[in-house]
């Protein structure tokens, strides 16, 4: 096995890359704000509708052939940093799966039976949509070989410049009219490959190769084959089942509710997944820290930082999706405009799946980093059983013993069995630790009603102060739920799983204009 021997790795603290991914969230979300607005208002309900449905259907493929092999690939790697051998291997893995989603597409287009998968839909973009779920697959796998290394901070300033380069692309496509689902596709490759090229070029920098040139033995092959399958066999089951969950999801809000429909709930889907930005940049880098915890048997610290930080970055997702919640009327005509103005309940019940999205993410990382993906597996199936059918019931027309609820439907499945399943997860990790499971499931609630309370009362004083233009009605809003938030984070810190020691460094930190310098 080969090794990268003079190769010396230098990683940020977990504080200083958490709070730089936190940082890029700031800038990341007001433009991913932008780009949503410009986008949805351009293409209208059905076109937009239609982009959701492929990029919902493709990304579900996708993730059945990852089947967890992402998640043990980073888990691995981050163990055993100068192992060039693993990441050769699972690039070859890679294009062997990539190879087996492009035949499906060909046998399916060859036996003209595009109408059963993808109803109404036109070949050209079946094929754009299988290649954006396919490019944003590589790319989410560069980025965890960044994270891996511990170059999180460069890997966040390299997103923003694309980010940026993105958001002047979509405005020229707005302002010269050129935007449309085909040149939207075109805008995400872009940035894809951005993020791809530029992170291979660093990297490169520190002797490090994204695709290393080296010949994999048979024995290494054989070696590598054995443990991603004794890693990865287990949810094979819960990928096919997730598979035909997450198709049948969309397919049916599609047969049953058509593609405005879709259009609302693929509104509600990015809303709800800008919120889940800040989250998601802290995933793989406490899944990094389990990881190497459990490799040095280190229970204390796994306990530590899962007991402080999950709960930490729940009370800051609520924080955001709650008022986003409350207030889900005027998001809806802020960011679609009245083609959208029926979206408001989807987005107001969708935007809070981000609040356990957190949790089983970061609580599902504890399963993958400690290889009890049998567990994980189990948990998922159950609900995945349950899910199916409480879609078909909240999608079918009443004729078809349904609720015809369309966007709303699915947006209250997603939550309802997300928070259930999640709090099962958190019961069996919070055994696994020996920490109280009830301290947490408390603190999910009571943080929720408190901004709930905070949410509805600044509500009301925006709208009695002003309501003429909806811009400013939710500028005025926002600033009264920030101060009261502000004025409950200093009062009780506690919420937010901070002790007044800790916040009172954070503030002296501020102060002095170093908040990266956090050991």
């Known amino acids: 096995m080969e090794y990268l021997n003079k190769h010396k790795i230098n990683t940020d603290s977990l504080k200083k890359r958490y709070l730089f991914k936190l940082g890029s969230s700031f800038i990341d979300v007001p433009i991913n704000l932008i780009i949503t607005t410009v986008v949805i208002r351009s293409l209208g309900p059905a076109t937009y509708g239609n982009f959701t449905f492929l990029t ?7 993730n059945f052939f990852d089947s967890g092999t992402s998640a043990g690939f980073y888990t691995k790697l981050s163990n055993r940093l100068n192992e060039r051998g693993l990441i050769k291997f699972y690039w070859y893995l890679v294009l062997i799966l990539c190879l087996m989603a492009l035949i499906f597409v060909s046998l399916v287009l060859i036996f003209n039976k595009q109408s059963l998968f993808w109803p109404g839909q036109s070949i050209i973009y079946i094929w754009l949509a299988l290649i954006f779920s396919l490019l944003t697959w590589f790319s989410n796998i560069v980025i965890k070989i960044v994270d891996a290394y511990g170059y999180t901070v460069k890997g966040e300033i390299l997103k923003i410049m694309g980010r940026i380069l993105g958001l002047v692309l979509v405005l020229i496509l707005f302002f010269i009219e050129k935007l449309n689902l085909k040149t939207y596709f075109f805008y995400y490759y872009i940035f894809i490959l951005i993020i791809i090229i530029g992170s291979g070029s660093f990297l490169r920098k520190y002797c490090i190769s994204l695709y290393p040139n080296i010949k994999l033995k048979s024995e290494q092959i054989k070696m590598y084959t054995k443990e991603f399958w004794s890693y990865s066999h287990p949810l094979i089951t819960y990928s096919v089942l997730g598979l035909l969950v ?28 800008i919120c889940f930005i800040f989250a998601s940049s802290m995933t793989p880098l406490i899944m990094r820290e389990f990881s190497i915890a459990f490799g040095n048997k280190d229970m204390y610290k796994m306990r530590d930082l899962f007991s402080h930080f999950i709960p930490l970055i729940y009370s800051l997702i609520s924080f955001l999706v709650i008022f986003i919640s409350v207030n889900g009327e005027k998001i809806a005509l802020l960011f679609g405009g009245n083609e959208y103005f029926q979206s408001k309940e989807a987005i107001s019940i969708m935007v809070l799946y981000p609040m356990h999205q957190t949790y089983g993410q970061l609580s599902g990382s504890i399963f993958f980093a400690t290889g009890q993906t049998k567990l994980y597996r189990n948990i998922g199936v159950i609900f995945m059983l349950v899910s199916l059918p409480l879609t078909y019931i909240l999608l079918a027309p009443s004729s078809s013993f349904g609720f015809g609820l369309g966007a709303t439907g699915l947006s209250i499945k997603m939550v309802a069995i997300q928070f259930i399943a999640v709090n099962v997860q958190l019961f069996y990790n919070a055994k696994f630790l020996r920490i109280s499971f009830f301290k947490l499931f408390s ?15 600044s509500s009301f004083i925006a709208n009695n102060i002003y309501t003429n233009k909806i811009i400013i009605s939710i500028f005025i809003n926002i600033i009264i739920y920030v101060i009261l938030s502000m004025c409950l984070l200093f009062s009780f810190p506690f919420i937010f799983s901070l002790t007044r020691k800790e916040l009172n460094k954070y503030i002296i930190l501020l102060k002095n204009k170093n908040p990266f310098k956090i050991s």
């Open 56 to 62: 919902q259907f493709f990304t579900k493929i996708v």
């Open 246 to 273: 997450g198709i049948l999801d969309v397919w049916m809000l599609q047969k049953f509710a058509g593609s405005v429909q879709q259009g609302f709930y693929g509104l509600a889907i990015k809303i709800s997944s």
């Open 443 to 457: 603190h999910q609630i009571y943080t929720a009603v408190i901004f709930v309370i905070i949410a509805y009362f």
